[in-house]
T-cell receptor, first 114, second 112 residues
Framework: ETGVTQSPTHLIKTRGQQVTLRCSSQSGHNTVSWYQQALGQGPQFIFQYYREEENGRGNFPPRFSGLQFPNYSSELNVNALELDDSALYLC?????????????FGSGTRLTVV | TQLLEQSPQFLSIQEGENLTVYCNSSSVFSSLQWYRQEPGEGPVLLVTVVTGGEVKKLKRLTFQFGDARKDSSLHITAAQPGDTGLYLCAGGGSSNTGKLIFGQGTTLQVKP
């Protein structure tokens, strides 16, 4: 079974630009969560998608948005990029939306905003 | 606001030594998960504990969930260089939103 795959692996953007990050969930997993991990910190919850609907959101502004597709893959979109958006963006999939079951994480997308 | 504090933040030990990493909070969690993350990779789930007082063993790793479900510890016996990495604890909530609260992590270096 394939794990969680994310693309691209690295990305450099200019402040003010928009970016789209992509995630394919592990086979059989219908839930995708996105996390932001700044250097030297633990991941922070952005939002979760379950059956193509947003199912919970962390303390991130509306310029962070997402989608989930019928095949359960997902996109994270960030508009009006700021320097502080530079981080590792992690996608995690699971069989259920309940956080108590644990997640399978992808290797992440390293976003640098200059 | 729920927070998880890990200690120590950095640990450098010799191969064969034992170590304990702590994860503490003033909040109650439905579950406590431990992940290990290597540079350039995503976190990998090691264990999930859900019952207060629960102890789980994974080879040389022992995980404990506090009786009040507010804290947890990870103990490694006879550490090996392959144990090197970032260890993250994460608390799961009672709501069905999938939000995990992560600690800031403990960077472990095991020297041969």
């Amino acid at each position: 079974e394939t794990g969680v795959t994310q693309s691209p692996t690295h990305l450099i953007k200019t402040r003010g630009q928009q970016v789209t990050l992509r995630c394919s969930s592990q086979s059989g997993h219908n839930t995708v969560s996105w996390y932001q991990q700044a250097l030297g910190q633990g991941p922070q919850f952005i939002f979760q998608y379950y059956r193509e609907e947003e199912n919970g959101r962390g303390n991130f502004p509306p310029r962070f948005s997402g989608l989930q597709f019928p095949n359960y893959s997902s996109e994270l979109n960030v508009n009006a990029l700021e320097l502080d958006d530079s981080a590792l963006y992690l996608c995690a999939s699971s069989l259920k939306p309940d956080s108590n079951y644990g997640y399978t994480f992808g290797s992440g997308t390293r976003l640098t905003v200059v | 606001t729920q927070l998880l504090e890990q200690s120590p933040q950095f640990l450098s030990i010799q191969e064969g030594e034992n170590l304990t990493v702590y994860c503490n909070s003033s909040s109650v969690f439905s579950s406590l998960q431990w992940y290990r993350q290597e540079p350039g990779e995503g976190p990998v789930l090691l264990v999930t504990v859900v019952t207060g007082g629960e102890v789980k063993k994974l080879k040389r790793l022992t995980f404990q969930f506090g009786d009040a479900r507010k804290d947890s510890s990870l103990h490694i016996t006879a550490a090996q260089p392959g144990d090197t990495g970032l260890y993250l604890c994460a608390g799961g909530g009672s709501s069905n939103t999938g939000k995990l609260i992560f600690g800031q992590g403990t960077t472990l270096q095991v020297k041969p």
